[in-house]
C-alpha cells in the first residue's frame, strides 16, 4: 500500500482532511497529524518518522501557507532529506495547490532543489483529484499491482429445487425457491460458486431420542451464527487443479489426488492439511479471506433451518443422496443398516459421484448428505461442552492432530449421514471418503 504523508498549515486543515480520506477510499495510506497523531505522542518524532517511512510527500498550498514560515518549510526539508536514499527519477515531492496560489521558491541548497521544480496539481480544478492519484499509480504501479485486491465478484440470485420427504421416503413436496451466490473466477473456464448463508440462532446437536444419535452430538444448546458465504458444492477435482498449480505456500498439493476420476467428482483423498493449503492459495489468489468452515457453520448451512435428522426430512432414500444403502451382513447392530427410521433400503454405489446430482437444501448448497466427509476447522472434542456459542471454530484444548468430519459419504450408513452426526479423523490423513468445501465470512 502506497503511504502518503499530507504537510499542510493548519488553516487548510478541513480541506486537506477531505484529501485524507479521498485518498483512503482510493486505497492509499494517507498520514496526517489531525488523523494519525495519538494523544502523549511526540509531534515532531512521529511528523519526522512518518515522512522517513513515506513513499509520497504531498505539499499541500495554499495562498495562506504560502506566506507562513514554519512547519511547511521544516517539513519540505526532511522530505528533501528523505529523498537522498531514494532512486533518481522516483516520484516523491508532489506539489498540490488547494487554491490559486503561487509555487514559493523553497530550496535546499545542499541538494539544489527547489519546490517549483517538480510539476504540481491543481487540486480545485475539476480533475485534479483524478490527476494527482493517476500521477500516484503510474509511479507506483508494480507496488499497486502487487497489493491491489481484484474487485469484489457480483452477487447473483439463482433458482433451484428442494425436495422433502415423508417418514417413509416418500418425495411429498417440491419447492422452487432462490438463493444468492457470487461466482469466483479460478482462471482457464474453472469457476466456484459461494451461496450466502444468512445467519441466525439455532440448535446445534441431536435430540436424545434422535435414531442412531451419538452422546458426541450433546448437550443439544443454541448457537449465533453470522452471515457467511459457503460452496455450492464440495471442491470438484476441477476446482482442486486450478488452485493446486498456484505457488505453494505453506506444502506442495498434487494435482491430481482422487481415486474416483472425473472433472465434476469431488477431491477426495486430501488431508485437513491439504484443505488448508487449498484455503491459503485461494485466499492469495483473490484477496478473500477463504478457509474450512467451522463445525457449527456446517450443521447450521446443512439443516437451512430444519430440524429433522435429514434436511429433507425424517429419512434419506438413495434417490437424495450418495450413501451405503444396503445393510452390513457382518454386524447385526442398527448402527450399520442401509435403511434410517420407515425408510427403504437402497443400493452400494461403491464410489462418488458427480456433485449436485441431487436435491439441494434451502439454502441452495448440494451433497450435504453422504458423497464425501467433509473437512471442518475444528479439533474434535468428544462432546459440546464447553463449545463456543458465537459459530467460530472450536481450536482450544482437545488433541490437535484430529479434525471434525461432517456430512458422511458414500461409504457410510444413513446414521453417520445425518445433519447433527459428527467423525473425526487424523489432519494429516487422507482417505477415498473424504473431501471439503470452502467458506469465505464476508466479501
Given at each position: 500500500m502506497?503511504r502518503i504523508?499530507l504537510?499542510h498549515?493548519?488553516?487548510?486543515r478541513v480541506?486537506?482532511s477531505n484529501?485524507?480520506?479521498r485518498?483512503k477510499e482510493?486505497g492509499?495510506?494517507p498520514?496526517?497529524?489531525?488523523?494519525?497523531?495519538?494523544p502523549?505522542?511526540?509531534?515532531q518524532?512521529e511528523?519526522s518518522?512518518?515522512i522517513?517511512?513515506?513513499?509520497?510527500?504531498?505539499a499541500?498550498?495554499?495562498?495562506q501557507?504560502v506566506?507562513?514560515?514554519g512547519c511547511?518549510?521544516?517539513?519540505f526539508?526532511?522530505?528533501?532529506?528523505a529523498m537522498?536514499?531514494?532512486p533518481p527519477g522516483?516520484?516523491f515531492?508532489?506539489?498540490?495547490?488547494?487554491?490559486?496560489?503561487?509555487?514559493?521558491?523553497?530550496?535546499?541548497e545542499?541538494?539544489?532543489?527547489s519546490l517549483?521544480?517538480?510539476q504540481?496539481?491543481?487540486?480545485?480544478e475539476?480533475?485534479?483529484?483524478e490527476?494527482?492519484?493517476?500521477?500516484i499509480?503510474?509511479g507506483?504501479a508494480d507496488?499497486?499491482?502487487q497489493?491491489k485486491k481484484?474487485?469484489?465478484p457480483v452477487?447473483?440470485?439463482?433458482?433451484?429445487?428442494?425436495?422433502?420427504v415423508?417418514?417413509a421416503?416418500?418425495?411429498?413436496q417440491?419447492e422452487?425457491?432462490t438463493s444468492?451466490?457470487?461466482?469466483?473466477d479460478?482462471?482457464?473456464g474453472?469457476?466456484?460458486?459461494?451461496?450466502?448463508?444468512?445467519?441466525d440462532?439455532?440448535w446445534?446437536?441431536?435430540?436424545?431420542?434422535e435414531?442412531?444419535?451419538s452422546v458426541s452430538?450433546?448437550?443439544r444448546?443454541?448457537?449465533?451464527v453470522?452471515?457467511?458465504?459457503?460452496g455450492?458444492?464440495p471442491?470438484t477435482?476441477?476446482?482442486?487443479q486450478a488452485?493446486s498449480?498456484l505457488?505453494?505456500?505453506?506444502m506442495k498439493l498434487?494435482?491430481?489426488p482422487?481415486k474416483f476420476k472425473g472433472?465434476?467428482?469431488p477431491?477426495e483423498q486430501?488431508?485437513w492439511?491439504?484443505?488448508?493449503?487449498f484455503?491459503?492459495r485461494?485466499s492469495q489468489k483473490t484477496g478473500?479471506?477463504?478457509?474450512l468452515p467451522?463445525?457449527?457453520?456446517?450443521?447450521y448451512?446443512?439443516?437451512?433451518g430444519?430440524?429433522?435428522p435429514?434436511?429433507?426430512?425424517d429419512?434419506?432414500?438413495m434417490?437424495l443422496?450418495n450413501?451405503?444403502?444396503?445393510d452390513?451382513?457382518d454386524?447385526?447392530d442398527?448402527k450399520f443398516?442401509?435403511s434410517y427410521?420407515d425408510g427403504?433400503?437402497?443400493?452400494?454405489?461403491?464410489?462418488?459421484?458427480?456433485?449436485?446430482s441431487?436435491s439441494?437444501n434451502?439454502?441452495?448448497?448440494?451433497?450435504?448428505?453422504g458423497n464425501?466427509?467433509e473437512?471442518?476447522l475444528?479439533?474434535?472434542?468428544?462432546?459440546y461442552?464447553g463449545?463456543?456459542?458465537?459459530?467460530?471454530a472450536w481450536?482450544?484444548?482437545?488433541?490437535?492432530s484430529c479434525r471434525l468430519?461432517?456430512?458422511?459419504?458414500w461409504k457410510?450408513?444413513?446414521?453417520?449421514c445425518r445433519s447433527a452426526a459428527?467423525?473425526?479423523?487424523y489432519?494429516e490423513?487422507?482417505r477415498?471418503?473424504?473431501?471439503?468445501?470452502?467458506?469465505?465470512?464476508?466479501?
Amino acid at each position: 500500500m502506497v503511504r502518503i504523508f499530507l504537510a499542510h498549515v493548519i488553516e487548510d486543515r478541513v480541506t486537506v482532511s477531505n484529501l485524507y480520506h479521498r485518498l483512503k477510499e482510493s486505497g492509499f495510506q494517507p498520514w496526517m497529524d489531525r488523523e494519525d497523531l495519538l494523544p502523549g505522542q511526540s509531534r515532531q518524532a512521529e511528523i519526522s518518522k512518518a515522512i522517513k517511512e513515506s513513499d509520497v510527500f504531498i505539499a499541500c498550498l495554499s495562498q495562506q501557507s504560502v506566506q507562513k514560515q514554519g512547519c511547511v518549510q521544516r517539513e519540505f526539508r526532511m522530505a528533501l532529506n528523505a529523498m537522498a536514499d531514494r532512486p533518481p527519477g522516483k516520484i516523491f515531492l508532489i506539489p498540490v495547490c488547494l487554491d490559486a496560489c503561487q509555487i514559493p521558491e523553497l530550496r535546499q541548497e545542499e541538494y539544489g532543489i527547489s519546490l517549483s521544480d517538480y510539476q504540481w496539481v491543481n487540486l480545485y480544478e475539476s480533475d485534479g483529484y483524478e490527476r494527482l492519484v493517476r500521477g500516484i499509480e503510474k509511479g507506483f504501479a508494480d507496488e499497486l499491482a502487487q497489493t491491489k485486491k481484484p474487485p469484489k465478484p457480483v452477487v447473483r440470485t439463482f433458482s433451484f429445487e428442494v425436495a422433502t420427504v415423508d417418514s417413509a421416503g416418500k418425495i411429498n413436496q417440491r419447492e422452487l425457491k432462490t438463493s444468492q451466490y457470487y461466482r469466483e473466477d479460478l482462471g482457464n473456464g474453472v469457476h466456484l460458486d459461494l451461496i450466502r448463508i444468512p445467519g441466525d440462532r439455532f440448535w446445534i446437536g441431536s435430540s436424545e431420542n434422535e435414531l442412531g444419535r451419538s452422546v458426541s452430538e450433546g448437550p443439544r444448546h443454541k448457537v449465533q451464527v453470522p452471515d457467511f458465504y459457503m460452496g455450492r458444492y464440495p471442491v470438484t477435482q476441477r476446482q482442486w487443479q486450478a488452485i493446486s498449480l498456484l505457488d505453494d505456500v505453506d506444502m506442495k498439493l498434487s494435482p491430481d489426488p482422487s481415486k474416483f476420476k472425473g472433472d465434476d467428482r469431488p477431491v477426495e483423498q486430501v488431508s485437513w492439511d491439504n484443505a488448508v493449503e487449498f484455503c491459503k492459495r485461494l485466499s492469495q489468489k483473490t484477496g478473500s479471506d477463504y478457509r474450512l468452515p467451522s463445525e457449527a457453520e456446517w450443521e447450521y448451512a446443512c439443516r437451512a433451518g430444519t430440524t429433522t435428522p435429514f434436511h429433507f426430512g425424517d429419512t434419506i432414500t438413495m434417490e437424495l443422496a450418495n450413501y451405503q444403502g444396503l445393510d452390513d451382513v457382518d454386524f447385526k447392530d442398527s448402527k450399520f443398516l442401509g435403511s434410517y427410521g420407515d425408510g427403504p433400503k437402497g443400493e452400494y454405489r461403491e464410489q462418488t459421484t458427480d456433485v449436485g446430482s441431487f436435491s439441494a437444501n434451502a439454502f441452495g448448497l448440494y451433497d450435504m448428505h453422504g458423497n464425501v466427509r467433509e473437512w471442518c476447522l475444528d479439533i474434535y472434542h468428544a462432546n459440546y461442552e464447553g463449545t463456543p456459542i458465537d459459530g467460530s471454530a472450536w481450536v482450544e484444548d482437545g488433541d490437535a492432530s484430529c479434525r471434525l468430519l461432517r456430512g458422511g459419504s458414500w461409504k457410510e450408513h444413513p446414521r453417520l449421514c445425518r445433519s447433527a452426526a459428527r467423525l473425526s479423523f487424523y489432519s494429516e490423513l487422507s482417505r477415498s471418503d473424504i473431501g471439503f468445501r470452502v467458506v469465505c465470512p464476508t466479501l
